[in-house]
């Protein structure tokens, strides 16, 4: 990539170019801005590459090959022999891949004017910053660097090697063992996917239970999915150590103490850190911290009131959708006279195991440690004939409402497609629509949709108190 001569000044430099910083990148161009987009490896960044991208890639083939064994239950026979290609699943991955980052790439940013620069970026000074020999000079910047896997400090882990979501997607073979440490939203998905392919899988969470930022009924939902399709979940574990033997790798557990696992391959999703080395921020007199990231008040604005910052880097919402939602506000607040707040988004976000896991607002347990009171509305999946009719009724929908007053505090889905789902409710919570509006809100039939409304239609027969219903009946006595 030919490497752009330097403006003599820049409206907007941007540090990164994941999806933070692409859509900073493409909004301020659009909008007339000068702009520059420096990124050190590829466009796209986690998420194109290495996330979302890929790895809901091999879901689909997974829940594929998952629904081809319960075709009897439609009434399909299945020949005998049916397998999974590992191989020619991973070509269509990155074929997939390969057509969508022409939305990322260099040439169409090129395009939309922005001056696009490969390379570490470096803060020089509060309005300056470094890429390669070249100096930019910013009135404003914003830092989108995004984060990366921790790589957690184990005896034996340099020796026995191991995979993270930047290295998972390079496999051509399926292996025979995997062992996963981790019992969070990339360890749940992809010990699930490995299995109905065909791994034996085997899952060490250190924590009491998997998915610990969702509800907990809904996380045992999980766990019961995840067991069924074969994968060896173990709770409150900890690997001691890896030990290499001429016989094969193994990790020793804490629980029950000195256990051995073998594994052929071992994939790390313990966590995320953001991406501060090596920016220089001290320069530039940006606070940060190595485990949290830049720091940022409500509007993104960094302790240089020049320097901005969204995404993985400066939340602790690292999803795609945050990084899009918070590009979209940094901009606006840059930019422009206006003053928006990042306290006043609702972001929901979901897990894509089968079933899927989703989650808005406040979870229970969050409610009840807020000491605020609350009521609890929840309906299983069986009550929406769509689910029923598509055989797809694991689950249930849970309400954390306010008690004394019409508004949804919080929404937990899991299901079929509750991923889907839960963008509804977070429509409703966002435009204020509490459940008795959503009583009264026609729906498509069948749909899961529906839920939304028989959510509603309990919430209203909750309020049917003794007395409520005896001034009804007096009220009907009376008029009729």
């Not at 409206?11 to 999806?19: A, F, K, R, T």
């Not at 620069?117 to 020999?133: D, M, N």
């Not at 001691?240 to 594994?263: H, M, T």
Request: glycine share 10%; net charge positive; aromatic share 8%.
């Amino acid at each position: 990539w030919p490497t752009p001569t330097p403006k003599p000044w820049y409206h907007l430099v941007v540090l990164g170019g994941g999806p933070a910083g692409l859509v900073c990148a493409a909004a301020a161009a659009g909008l007339g801005a000068r702009v520059a987009l420096i990124e050190r490896q590829l466009l796209g960044g986690d998420c194109l590459n290495v996330g979302c991208v890929p790895s809901k890639a091999l879901l689909r083939s997974a829940r594929a090959i998952a629904e081809v064994r319960r075709a009897g239950e439609w009434g399909i026979v299945v020949p005998p022999g049916v397998r999974a290609d590992f191989a020619q699943m991973m070509q269509r991955l990155r074929r997939l891949r390969a057509e969508l980052a022409m939305h990322d790439s260099a040439e169409r940013f090129r395009s939309l004017g922005v001056d696009v620069f490969f390379g570490q970026a470096q803060l020089a000074s509060p309005t300056t910053v470094r890429v390669g020999e070249q100096v930019l000079t910013f009135r404003r910047a914003a830092i989108t660097t995004g984060s990366r896997p921790v790589i957690p400090s184990i005896p034996g882990l340099t020796e026995v090697g191991f995979r993270t979501n930047e290295s998972i997607f390079d496999l051509d073979t399926l292996p025979q063992r995997l062992l996963i440490l981790g019992g969070g939203p990339i360890g749940c998905e992809l010990a699930q996917a490995f299995a109905r392919l065909g791994a034996r899988v085997t899952l060490v969470q250190s924590a009491q239970r998997l998915l610990p930022r969702d509800d907990s009924d809904a996380s045992a939902v999980v766990v019961q999915a995840l067991q069924a399709d074969g994968v060896e979940v173990r709770l409150a574990t900890e690997v001691r150590q890896f030990i290499v033997e001429p016989s094969g790798k193994y990790a020793v557990l804490s629980r029950p103490e000195g256990e051995r696992i073998g594994f052929d391959e071992l994939l790390l999703a313990v966590g995320r850190v953001p991406n501060v080395d090596g920016l220089n921020l001290a320069a530039a007199q940006v606070a940060f911290d190595r485990e949290t990231g830049v720091q940022v008040d409500d509007r993104l604005r960094t302790t240089n009131r020049r320097i901005y910052a969204a995404g993985d880097v400066a939340s602790r919402f690292r999803f795609t959708h945050a990084a899009d939602a918070m590009a979209r506000l940094l901009i606006g607040n840059a930019l422009f006279p206006r003053r928006g707040r990042m306290s006043a988004w609702t972001i929901p976000w979901a897990t894509y195991t089968d079933p899927e896991l989703a989650q808005v607002g406040l979870t229970e347990a969050e409610a009840a440690q807020c000491g605020r009171a609350y009521r609890v509305i929840r309906l299983p999946w069986t009550a929406v004939d769509r689910a029923q009719l598509d055989g797809e009724t694991v689950g249930f929908v849970k309400v954390i409402a306010e008690a004394k007053r019409d508004r949804i505090l919080g929404v937990t889905a899991v299901g079929t497609h509750a991923g889907e789902w839960i963008g509804a409710a977070a429509l409703a919570m966002r435009a204020k629509i509490g459940l008795a509006g959503l009583s009264a809100m026609v729906f498509p039939y069948p749909t899961r949709t529906e839920m939304l409304r028989k959510l509603g239609d309990a919430f209203n027969r909750d309020r049917l108190t003794p007395r409520v219903r005896w001034l009804l009946r007096q009220w009907l006595a009376w008029r009729f």
